[in-house]
């Protein structure tokens, strides 16, 4: 593996979401100028506030379905709604975001030269019918239903991205996200972590969409920035794309469990309809991650929930619940 040392200049789009906003933290703790876009649909300022004051670290506001011109020379792309209820309130504009934000930000990394990351996700793998899910399982996607302008939308931008790559030969790396959790999830979003937590915190009762015994594996944000930052820096050859998430597999019900344990609340278990195409089971393969990276995730289930409740109810106690 080759590192790319020195200080660069790294956009980072959709840096003031959850993932992001962790990315441009780490990115500029190395030392690096960051430019963080975002058009605010999901992210808030609040996220990337620590930032504000530091000169290597610039805000823009700028959706990404427009050109952007800058010079820089690494890009992470990571705009677009992840929650499903978000992706879901404008699906048009989730798969603009998804494919026309890939063709600017691919049009950009092939003007400036700029090696490019995708955040793809484990929703190119649609309901999977192999489990556990490696990179070379092209998955099983219903192409007209409510999750598709997510999951469409991200294959059509990994397509994009082999096709730069194979056409252009840009510098890609792209990576398939499995769930991930952590402190700036947004309180409302939607998903599950968030919910449960939220919900166990106010005495609230747990929403449980279905039986519960669909499974997810659950990775802390720590761990999946760590997988970005060494994926970023390893050799051209490496393109992905790269499953990243963390293997232990939890069954909804087991998740809201382990919750109400690690807070103590005395909410009840609340059972309601499935989302329809809600994938029964999801869990990543890794071994190409721990191969070419010497990757894998640190952090149980019960060790990040911690720190995620922590956050949660410090927005509680002062109030700070972003619309
Ligand atoms: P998030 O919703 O917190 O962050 C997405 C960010 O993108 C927000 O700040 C939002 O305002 C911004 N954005 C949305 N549309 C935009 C547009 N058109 N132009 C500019 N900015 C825009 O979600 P997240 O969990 O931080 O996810 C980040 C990326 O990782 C997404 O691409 C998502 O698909 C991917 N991903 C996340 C997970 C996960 O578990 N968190 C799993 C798989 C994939
Ligand atoms: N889920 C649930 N209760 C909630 C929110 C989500 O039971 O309040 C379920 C949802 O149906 C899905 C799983 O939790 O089976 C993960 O949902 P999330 O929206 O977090 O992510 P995704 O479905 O995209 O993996």
């Known amino acids: 593996m080759e590192p790319r040392l020195g200080r660069k200049r790294i956009l980072v789009t959709g840096g003031s979401g959850f993932l992001g906003s962790h990315l441009c933290d780490r990115l500029i703790a190395q030392g690096h100028d960051v430019l963080c876009v975002d058009n605010f649909f999901t992210g808030s300022k609040d996220n990337v506030r620590q930032l504000l004051d530091n000169p290597r670290f610039e805000l823009m506001r700028h959706d990404v379905t427009f050109p952007l011109y800058v010079e820089v020379d690494e890009i992470y792309n990571l705009a677009c709604p992840a929650s499903p209820i978000h992706y879901q309130f404008d699906p048009v504009q989730t798969t603009k975001t998804s494919v026309h934000g890939a063709i600017n930000m691919l049009g950009l990394a092939k003007r400036v030269k700029a090696r490019i990351f995708q955040a793809s996700t484990s929703e190119v793998y649609g309901d999977p019918q192999e489990h556990p899910q490696t990179e070379d399982y092209w998955g099983h996607v219903n192409p007209t239903g409510f999750r598709s302008c997510y999951d469409e939308g991200k294959r059509c931008a990994e397509t994009l991205f082999f096709d730069y790559w194979r056409q252009h030969q ?90 109400i344990d690690l807070t103590g609340s005395s909410s009840k278990l609340k059972t309601e309809p499935l989302p329809s195409d809600d994938p029964r089971q999801r869990q990543p393969d890794i071994s190409r991650a721990k191969k070419l990276l010497g990757w894998e995730p640190a952090t149980s289930l019960r060790d990040g929930l911690k720190p995620t409740i922590e956050y949660f109810d410090q927005l509680l106690k002062v109030g700070n619940i972003p619309g």
């Open 170 to 259: 840009l510098s890609i790396k792209v990576v398939r996200i499995f769930n991930t959790y952590g402190p700036r999830m947004h309180p409302n979003d939607g998903r599950v972590v968030s919910n449960f937590v939220v919900q166990a915190l106010r005495g609230d009762p747990i929403t449980i969409f279905g039986d519960g015994e669909q499974s997810r594996s659950f990775c802390y944000v720590d761990d999946l920035i760590e997988g970005f930052v060494r994926f970023m820096v390893s050799d051209d050859a490496a393109t992905g794309p790269l499953n990243l998430g963390n293997p232990g597999e939890f069954t909804i019900r087991e998740l809201a469990e382990l919750v």
